[in-house]
């Protein structure tokens, strides 16, 4: 298996909803990443997990809250949303360096 | 301020032809640079890497190359195939680890032409 999978694929959610983002792979990966990508615009990195561990939060808004639960799924929490939120959500993972930096089709995430 | 630069926002190619692809960095950490093809609606695809410690890394029609001094690098891709068409995006990190996430320029819409 050679594929980061997530799920679901689209997501239209309120903004007082709470859902969830879902991210598996199973490449034994020990580095797993968040991104945000918005039309026209390169991905932009929101959190890393390096062992499980939280490494890097790039100053985001507490209304995305990640969580990763083993070593082979990636969640990322979402609650209270804004419509300017609504972007393309990428999760991607790694072995050690760059070695198999591999990228998950996204969710596409729309904030009504 | 962008770290990673990516000047061309589109570029047409006739099929058969080579394409460069060009990418300028100002973040002198920066060591590992990685180019990614993505079709709408899709997550980036990995093609290519290079390290710091070359100046050219090839794989099948694509070819990579890195000018240091100038922090610069470019993709070239022969020949086109009309399946090239794609949005391509130049990424690069510092500290040699991928931990510390990949920074994206803006990317650059190949188009090959029959």
């Known amino acids: 298996d050679t594929e980061v999978t997530q799920t679901p694929k689209h997501l239209v959610m309120g903004m007082t909803n709470k859902k969830s983002l879902k991210c598996e792979q199973h490449m034994g990966h020990r580095a797993m990443y968040w991104y945000k990508q918005k039309a026209k615009k390169p991905p932009e990195l929101m959190f890393v997990y390096s062992y499980e561990k939280l490494s890097i939060n790039e100053s985001v808004p507490s209304r995305f809250s990640p969580e990763c639960p083993n070593s082979s799924l990636l969640n990322l929490h979402l609650h209270a949303l804004q419509p300017e939120d609504s972007a393309l959500y990428l999760c991607?993972?790694?072995?050690?360096?760059?070695?198999?930096?591999?990228f998950g089709s996204g969710t596409r995430l729309t904030v009504v | 301020d962008q770290q990673v630069k990516q000047n061309s926002p589109s570029l047409s190619v006739q099929e058969g032809r080579i394409s460069i692809l060009n990418c300028d960095y100002t973040?002198?950490?920066?060591?590992?640079f990685l180019w990614y093809k993505k079709y709408p609606a899709e997550g980036p695809t990995f093609l290519i890497s290079?390290?710091?410690?070359?100046d050219k890394n090839e794989d099948g029609r694509f070819t990579v190359f890195l000018n240091k001094s100038a922090k610069h690098l470019s993709l070239h891709i022969v020949p086109s195939q009309p399946g090239d068409s794609a949005v391509y995006f130049c990424a690069a990190s510092a500290n040699g680890g991928g931990a510390d996430g990949l920074t994206f320029g803006k990317g650059t819409h190949l188009i090959i032409q029959p």
């Open positions: 290079i390290s710091s410690i070359k």
């Open positions: 973040n002198s950490m920066f060591d590992y």
């Open positions: 991607a993972s790694s072995q050690s360096g760059f070695e198999g930096y591999t």
